[in-house]
DNA sequence: TATGTGACATCAA
DNA sequence: CTTGATGCCACAT
């Protein structure tokens, strides 16, 4: 029946464990592409609430401009910018160097089934 | 039910 | 160029 489920939340968690290594996404990007643009906020959101069991690499999601803007949530300082760099992505003063080459859009990578 | 909040995005001055 | 303010939607209390 009709079971709505928190299927925002849960499409994010899946977009965002469909990152490739070595790619980074924004916010925005994803909200897009769940259809709710405006619902950027969410998105992060959605990362503070990740369940334990799914494994979403918060780390490869930043703010539209590249950067690392959600850094503070997790563990250690600087945690997140070590992620990055360990997947050859270059960061800068918590910004990620050559985002848009880095970037990955999953309306355009994904790209509807 | 209403109020507050937030890991964004966009525009204006 | 920088800073401030607003919109937005879903979740938490």
Redesign the pocket.
Known sequence: MDKKE????QKVYEVAKQIPYGRVT????I?NYLG???????????????PDREE?P??R?????G????????QGTNL?QQLLENEGIQVNNDQVVNFKIHFWDPAKELSAP
């Open positions: 928190d299927h925002f939340f924004s916010y925005g990007a909200a709710a643009a405006r619902s950027a906020r969410m998105v992060g959101w959605a990362m503070n609430g990740v979403v918060a780390h999601v930043v703010n539209r401009n950067l690392l803007t959600g850094k503070h949530h997790f997140m």
